[in-house]
């Protein structure tokens, strides 16, 4: 499992690859590398994907340059950060805490 650490040590813009859906979502949602970087920066580590493939990955809370939040997918190998998406996270689907998903109507 990965700490929030593990990403700051190596964040800089030459080891972050962006996989080509995590390009197309920066770009529709307006979200930076400034932006992703900042909140590997200042965020936490707020869920797990242990079994992701081809790597374990983990969804980040934190703050975007103009301090609005942001969630960051990722995951790490070689000394690289690899961005699997970002979006700005929705009160629809997260608590106000914007850790917290919200319950699922059954």
């Known amino acids: 499992m990965y700490t929030i650490e593990d990403f ?27 932006d992703v970087m900042n909140a590997i920066d200042n965020g936490e580590i707020i869920e797990q994907y242990p079994k992701d493939f081809p790597f374990p990955s983990c969804l980040i809370l934190g703050l975007a340059v103009a301090n609005t939040y942001i969630h960051v997918v990722v995951s790490m190998n070689g000394g690289k950060i690899y961005l699997i998406t970002a979006y700005i996270p929705s009160l629809d689907k997260w ?10 109507s059954k």
């Open 8 to 34: 700051r040590k190596i964040n800089k813009s030459e080891n972050i690859v962006i996989s080509l859906h995590g390009q197309l979502r920066l770009n529709e949602r307006n979200i930076s590398v400034d």
């Open 95 to 104: 608590e106000a805490d914007l850790k917290t998903r919200k319950e699922r």
